[in-house]
């Protein structure tokens, strides 16, 4: 089994950056994704890459303004966030896919962190 733990996130003001690693321990990574969830509403998908890096996957929200990147032989995914919004508010997570595909469904993964918080202030 895979522990992932992130770590990263912070109270910014609109237009700052930040970016947030999930270290892992255990398993061999996988495909690997960022979710988030604000307070009232589902956890949806933002940001996926496969293991070699060589495919990554956006939500049409963060295009453009977030970046996944990972480094695996450090076991850890970072997401990097530029340009935050008010509606990028919320708590983030990584997670690792089932399988090797990216996915934004997240029933396709098995095993999450604890979430780090995001707080955009205006």
């Known amino acids: 089994q895979v522990q992932l733990a992130e770590s990263g996130g912070g109270l910014v003001q609109v237009g700052d950056s930040l970016r947030l690693s999930c270290a892992a321990s255990?398993?061999?990574?996988?495909?690997m994704a960022w979710f988030r969830q604000a307070p009232g509403k589902e956890r949806v998908f933002v940001a996926g890459?496969?293991?070699?890096?060589?495919?990554?996957r956006y939500a049409d929200s963060v295009k453009g303004r977030f970046t996944i990147s990972r480094d695996n032989a450090k076991m850890t995914v970072y997401l990097q966030m530029n340009s935050l919004k008010p509606e990028d508010t919320a708590v983030y997570y990584c997670?690792?896919?089932?399988?090797?595909?990216?996915?934004?469904?997240?029933?396709?993964?098995?095993?999450w962190g604890q979430g780090t918080q995001v707080t955009v202030s205006s």
């Open positions: 997670a690792r896919a089932r399988s090797p595909l990216v996915t934004v469904d997240p029933a396709d993964f098995g095993s």
């Open positions: 890459i496969t293991y070699s890096g060589g495919s990554t």
């Open positions: 255990g398993r061999t990574l996988s495909s």
